[in-house]
């Protein structure tokens, strides 16, 4: 007596949440897990959501992520709304010496928080996330390392890289 186990030539038979068509053009020795695996490769090698990818960051990669291209590009922000070379932006100036126009202010702090947006701080690895503006206003002593602690943890949505450093 014959079973029906077997998916009939030409036939979907489905796989998690994928559909195979079996046999066609794969070798005639592949399982259905196997090609399982190879169509979620090929839709992940093909996906154009980044988000998805990165969002598989290392503790490690997020923590060398940090301290080097967000930091980056954190100061490169700082530069842009100081009107400054980046080179001349060092970690320990202070927000209110590289205010130009007017004292640090209100006023001052938003452009800092809309520049910092504007640099995509957080892209790639993460497009989607920005800075949300601090509920007060910081000190004109804060220097540029600690700017770049608060557009940390002032991220939004949360990164996954969020819980693996300060």
Known sequence: MATKSRAKKGKSKKVGSAKLRSGKGRAS????AEMAMELAASRLAASADETLVMAELTSNQCIVWRQGEFRKRVREAVADWAQ?????????????????????????????VQTVNAH?????????????????????????????????RHQDPETPCFPFTD
Request: glycine share 4%; hydrophobic share 40%.
């Open 29 to 32: 020795n592949a399982t259905s």
């Open 84 to 112: 400054e070379p980046p080179s001349s932006v060092l970690p320990t100036n202070t927000l209110g010496e590289l205010a130009k126009g007017t004292p640090w202010n209100t006023g001052q702090q938003a452009r800092l």
């Open 120 to 152: 995509d701080v957080f892209a790639p690895p993460f497009p989607e996330t920005s800075m949300l503006a601090p509920s007060q206003l910081l000190p004109a002593s804060t220097t540029v390392a600690q700017w770049e602690r608060v557009v940390w």
